[in-house]
Each structure stands twice: as C-alpha cells, then as structure tokens.
C-alpha cells in the first residue's frame, strides 16, 4: 500500500470515531451543526495520520488511539474557526466552503471553538485507559495546544505580521508552537500510547520536530510555486503582504536546501527507532512531495 | 469567623496560587499581560471558595485543591473575556474597568481566553494528585465547561435573547449550563479531592444545583431594586431589553419565593452530609443576602 492509500485508511478511521464521539443529544442543535460543519470539512487530517501510523509502527491496534486523534482533530479544527475570524485573519472562505462565521455567524463561530477545544479534553479524558496514560496524554497536549504551544505561536504570528524584519529563528520559534507542537503530540500521543521505549520516544519526538519545520518549508514554497486550482488559496497570496516565509529570507534554492535538511533530519530520527517505520517514512515523502 | 472572612482567606489562597502557576517564562508578553489582565481582575472567586469550603469541610489540606481552584477561576475567566467580545455582549466595562478587548483588542481577546481555556487543563493535568483522581477531575470540568454545560448553556442564551416568550423551564435549562454547571463542578471537585463518601458527593452536586438556582434568582431580583453604585451595572439594564429573568417571568414576590425555595432544598442537601457543613450554609446565606 501507498501513503495515499494509508492516508485514506486513517482518515476514515479518525473520521469515523469522530461522528461516534461527538454525542449531538447533549447540545443545542445550532452549536452540534457548527461544530460539525468545520470538522467534516475535510482536509488530509496529518494528524491523526501520524498518531495511527506510530500505532502501525509498534503494531498496536489503532483503537487505542482514537480519542486521541479525534481530540487532535477537534483542536486542530477550533483553532482554524478561530484564526478565520474578522479579528484575526479575516478569511471568508476555507477548503472551498464559507469560513464557519460566515456560514453561521461571529458568536456561534467562537463558541463553537471554544466547545471543541473543550469536548477534546472530554473525549480524551474518557478513553479507556490506565489512568497515567490519560494523565500524561492531558498534560502534554494541553501543552502543545495552549499558552506555550499553539495558542503562543498564534500570537506571536500576529505581531509578527504587524512589523518588518522578521529573523529566520523567530519564524522558527513561530512556526514550531504554532503548527508544530500540535504534530510533534501527535506522535508524542502515539508513543505514548504504544508503550514505546523512552529513546523511541525521544526520536519520534525529534521526527515530529524536524517534519513539522519540513512542512511549513513546503508550504512556502508552494505558494511560491504551486498549482492554485490544488492549493485552494491564491498563489503568491504571501507575497503581496510582509508576511515572513523562508523563501524571502532564504531565497527559493535556499528554502528548498533547507528542506533537504529537515528531511535528512527526519530520517535520522526514524533511524533510531528500534524498529522499522515504513509508514512515518512514507508520511514523510507524502508531506514534502504533496502538491497542495 | 464570619463567611466574608473566609471568603477573604479563600480569594487570597486561589490568587497566591494563580501566581505561583501561571508560567510568565513560557509565553509571549502580551499574552501573559492579557491573561493576567483578566485574571486579577477581582471577583468575590465564589467557585474557588466553594471547592475549598469542601476541604474545610472534610478537614483536608486546601494545598489539595490549588490546581482546581485556579483551574475554575481561569475557565470562568475566559468565559467573561468571550462573552464580552463585540461579536457576544459587545460590553466595554467589566468590574470598573476595560473589558479584555477594549485593553487589548479584539484577536488578542479571543487568544487569551483560549489560553486561559487551554492552561487550565494544563494546570489541572500537572498536580500531583493519583492519577485516577486528576482523571475523574478533567473529566467532570471537561463536561461542566464544554457543549454540554457552560458553552452550551451560553449558545442557547445567546439564541433565547433573540426570540420573545422563554419559558420558565428554558430559562433554567440555561442558568443550570451557563452558570450552574461550574458552580456544581467546584463542590464536586471538592468531594473528589476530600476522598468524600458517595452519598456526601451527591448531596454536595444536589447542592451544588439549588445553590447555582438561588445566585441567579438573586442576580435577577438585584438587577430590579439592588443598589448601582454596587452592582456596579445599570439596575434595571435587564428590564430595558426582552432578556428572559425570574422577576419578568414569576414577578418580584414570585421570584423571591422561588428563591426561598432554592435555599430551602440547599440547606436540605447540606443537612444530608455524614458531617457539619457551617463553612458551606454560611456561604450560602451570603450568596441569597448578597447586596453586589
């Protein structure tokens, strides 16, 4: 099988737990409807893709991580509602949909955010685990989500965007909270799960680290370069602002070496692990190859 | 000592701990300055109180309960700073001073409420508790705070504002979520920390419901004939709009009546506790005598 067919399989896994998870009788029906609307949005859900693929690795059945990747969806997928908002990005349109504040309106949109971070916490508290298990599994993505992980990023991206001369470490520091922290607990949440060794720990975690930076690189440079009609937004459309991305302060070759690095980075990590990890491998490949 | 002194302890110990737990280091500035803001914005930290009146009253250490304390006092924060934001209430002052979006504004509103939300859980998940305790205690927060309780109960005010003729039993559905539920989970987190017999347990959520049902009976019947200067809102700035209140729906001697009632079934609940709660029936006579 291909990545992109794993993909298919975990995506319909995560997909599938989700709508069992989310239990509509409990809320009003208006705020179950905005909730859903963002989550089934679609989207390649990397990851939930990435928790499974560490269960594969270990050959753990992927049930045990279905909370857990149904929580990393809904935290995800908050944090886009949010970041579209008027105050913040201003976005109208995500994934070819109305953004959900057009769809619904401002105050159904922030509350529909603030429910789904919270019902992850809900759902991820209820899974049936050894108790310690859930504890560790709350604490750290608690911190990967909030005032020193995402949420920090956010910020910082914002002011970020206010102001010129932006240094390629702070961009990092940017990037790593901001979209990285939530993919390196993916595969911190997998370990976890999967009782791996601690130094297999520690290298899924660099693995996450250095994918995570190989990303943010990609997306760069495709919307240098890449084809619109797949990407789904404007080509270019960081170009017009000052938005800071690795092309401008690296140059296009000196984003793609860059790219280079963080994958040799990456595959260094999953050579450490003590066993063999064809599907983060290919996890991999899928992410700095992807077109869109 | 009378209840205004121990709430005075209480407000102390949940204010000492919130600085000792909320990491500066960790975060950007601002969002630190945000959070905090709000934070130390005052209160009577009623939710706080309660959970530590528990642990007075099973003679357990308060230390216990700082993370859940702190815990309950940054949701409920979060909640105001959202439910302050243009797209919600669109209120300018809280307590005498800016609202969080006026002092900031608006984007770093929506991102320090969904810190505050976030670090809770963080806080929450790091005390050094069993580990099946801090579970049990996620998990009720985690429902108390999300679709089926506070965020819920905000959505459906929220829509019940719009239309004319709330029911009696909507409008209880509401308080029972949007203010109720955290209320309930501050007594409940107390029994779990204090090691309290089942049956103590239930008794204190029974209590835990009538009391959240008098604060708000209270609330309305202040906004009617309480004194502005400490209130420190408009009196009557509920009359003005078709907002849904106990006076509108029962009339001012209806709603007293109703009150009286609520107090009666909380003293019942608290006389069923296998020990004496005089920490827990002085707060509630403050609650009902309340003046602000």
Known sequence: MSAQAYLQEWKQEVETATRR?????????????SMTYSLEAGGKRIRPALLYAVLDTYGRPRALGHEAAVALEMVHTYSLIHDD??????????????????????????????????DAFRILAHAELEP??????????SEAAGSAGMVGGQLDDMLAEKRAGVSLSTLQS??????????????????????????????LVRF??????AFQIQDDILDVEGDEALIGKRVGSDEGNDKA??????????????LEREVTESEAALAELSVE???????????????H
Do not use: C, W
């Open 85 to 118: 908002l008027p105050a913040m990005d201003d976005d109208d349109v995500r994934r070819g949909r109305p953004t959900n504040h057009r769809q619904f309106d401002e105050a159904t949109a922030i509350l529909a955010g603030d429910a789904l971070l919270t």
């Open 21 to 33: 998870l989310i239990d509509a009788s409990s809320m009003p029906d208006r705020l179950f409807q």
């Open 174 to 203: 940017i990037h790593e909270r901001k979209t990285g922290a939530l993919l390196v607990y993916a595969l911190e949440a997998g370990a976890i799960l999967a009782d791996t060794p601690l130094a297999d720990r520690q290298a």
């Open 132 to 141: 310690v298990k859930s504890v560790a599994l709350i604490a750290r993505f």
């Open 245 to 258: 991305t690795y092309p401008k302060l690296l140059g296009l070759d000196g984003a793609k070496q860059a």
């Open 277 to 291: 990890a064809p599907r983060l491998r290919e996890l991999l490949d899928f992410v700095v190859q992807r077109n």
């Open 208 to 213: 996450g680290k250095h994918l995570g930076v």
